[in-house]
Nanobody, 120 residues
Framework: QVQLVESGGGLVQPGGSLRLSCAASGTIFSIRAMGWYRQAPGKQRELAAAIRSDSGTDYAESVKGRFTISRDNAKNTVYLQMDSLKPEDTAVYYC??????????????WGKGTLVTVSS
């Protein structure tokens, strides 16, 4: 059974940085695309960033140039480096695992989420 465990959320001031981590177990991590999604209060869950098994990446327009997604297949872990954070980045961030090598496959598994609050 696939398990995804996020960590690294917290409170940060505008302009600050955080790095989220998502550790995966129960599957062959290296052949799966991964995504970081976020859900702000009262809003729908949206994709922030995704990474294919070959490490190709894609970003929402709202985070391009500020967020960087990466993966370490040796550690079965995907990361989201978030820089120049804004109050509108405040959300619960969820790690997701796709069923295939790219984000065009279906979303298979979700983590429980980690809260990021950007506030002074």
């Amino acid at each position: 059974q696939v398990q995804l465990v996020e960590s690294g959320g917290g409170l940060v001031q505008p302009g600050g940085s955080l790095r989220l981590s998502c550790a995966a177990s129960g599957t062959i991590f290296s052949i799966r695309a991964m995504g970081w999604y976020r859900q702000a209060p009262g809003k729908q869950r949206e994709l922030a960033a995704a990474i294919r098994s070959d490490s190709g990446t894609d970003y929402a327009e709202s985070v391009k140039g500020r967020f960087t997604i990466s993966r370490d297949n040796a550690k079965n872990t995907v990361y989201l480096q978030m820089d120049s954070l804004k109050p509108e980045d405040t959300a619960v961030y969820y790690c997701g695992m796709y069923s295939g090598v790219s984000w065009y496959s279906r979303m298979d598994s979700w983590g429980k989420g980690t809260l990021v609050t950007v506030s002074s």
